[in-house]
């Protein structure tokens, strides 16, 4: 089955640098990959997803980059806020027909120092 | 909560108890899943539904069983074979346009 590694486990930045945290995946299939953040006793909540088929993808602050040759992918906070402070996963699937099951990573805990 | 509601929120397992978490979405999607989530673990795949009447084992489904007898509902009991169920479960559901809707989870604490 897929397997997700995530890295960092914990990252800490100054108020205004930038974030990244990286996967990779073991199944070569896979062709979507979500990134969800989840606040401390709340739901994960997505922020941006990339498919296969697609190098980059930016929204506002938030970017995700896919290496499809390398397995790997990986997500890009920039001029971060406190707000952003955080646990991060990554994850990946084959989708295919109407579902299809995540695997995740580990997570990263971002803090943001004001 | 967003279409797919977990209940209870908090639940209290006694020794060699079996307990029954709640999941009803009404968003109309034709898969749901469980997960679990312990610190430093991520989520992990308990089981999954890709239509009514049919589901399939995730990675740890040992101690764990579900049905699915409506599209709405995926119930997941811990059985008292699952010898360490205190974590938090997630129920989601999904279509390949709307990706995953997570459920606001259920903390379970054996005492």
């Known amino acids: 089955g897929e397997n997700v590694e995530q890295h960092p486990s914990t990252l800490s930045v100054q108020e205004g640098d930038s974030a990244v945290i990286k996967c990779t995946y073991s199944d070569s299939a896979s062709n979507y990959f979500p990134w969800y953040k989840q606040e401390l006793g709340k739901r994960p909540q997505l922020i941006i997803d990339?498919?296969?088929?697609?190098g980059e993808k930016k929204d506002q602050r938030i970017a995700v980059t896919l290496n499809k040759t390398a397995k790997h992918f990986s997500l890009h906070i920039t001029e971060t806020q406190p707000e952003d402070s955080a646990v991060y996963f990554c994850?990946?699937?084959?989708?295919?027909?109407?579902?299809?099951?995540?695997?995740f990573g580990k997570g990263t805990l971002l803090t943001v120092n004001p | 909560d967003g279409g797919i509601t977990q209940s209870p929120k908090y639940l209290f397992r006694k020794e060699g108890q079996n307990v029954t978490l709640s999941c009803e979405q009404n968003l109309n999607h034709d898969a749901m899943y469980w997960y679990r989530q312990d610190p430093g673990q991520g989520l992990r795949l308990i089981y999954y539904s890709q239509i009514v009447n049919d589901f399939q084992k995730g990675d740890i489904a040992e101690g764990y069983s579900v049905s699915r007898e409506k599209k709405e509902s995926f119930p997941l009991t811990v059985t008292s074979a699952q010898k360490n169920p205190t974590a938090f479960y997630l129920c989601a559901s999904s279509t390949p346009a709307a990706g995953y809707t997570f459920g606001s989870g259920t903390r379970l604490t054996v005492v």
């Open positions: 994850a990946a699937s084959n989708s295919g027909g109407s579902n299809y099951k995540l695997t």
């Open positions: 990339i498919r296969s088929n697609v």
